[in-house]
């Protein structure tokens, strides 16, 4: 690679400050440290965390055990946001308290809409009648 040109995707840094936040976020709200209801009756899943390149932002991507009242377990996380970038920053002695932003994680959603695509009979035929073959 030249020296102007930029590397493909995240730093091993970015990446490794996101999955750090994953971590302490998971374990705050494993553990209940966020006094608020819906928190308390709802176990969230971080399934992943996005920082920016100069890691003032990350895109958390949570969900809901089940799926359950998703757009509820937001809402709290939202009204939390204070709370838990503060816990963040002090455990991991970021430079500054990356912003936090939490998201629905859809990708379950779609791997079930695929599977379920996969299993309709008209597509399980054409997949079942010869693997690696073109079919017409």
């Not at 055990?65 to 937001?74: I, K, N, P, Y």
């Given at each position: 690679m030249r020296h102007n040109e930029k590397p493909e995707g995240p730093s091993v840094r970015v990446l490794r400050v996101g999955e750090q936040v994953r971590h302490v976020l998971s374990e705050i709200l494993q553990r209940g440290d966020v006094h608020d209801d819906v928190l308390a009756t709802h176990p969230v899943s971080v399934t992943e965390v996005r920082?920016?390149?100069d890691l003032r932002?990350?895109?958390?991507?949570?969900k809901p055990?089940?799926?359950?009242?998703?757009?509820?377990?937001?809402k709290a996380l939202r009204t939390n946001t204070a709370y838990l970038q503060r816990e963040v920053a002090h455990r991991i002695r970021m430079k500054y308290a990356a912003k936090l932003k939490f998201l629905a994680d859809e990708s379950?959603?779609?791997a079930s809409h695929i599977e379920q695509l996969l299993r309709d009979p008209k597509v399980a035929r054409d997949l079942g009648s010869g693997e690696g073959e073109i079919q017409d």
């Open positions: 920082m920016s390149p932002h990350a895109t958390v991507f949570v055990l089940l799926g359950r009242d998703e757009e509820a377990v937001l379950f959603d779609e």
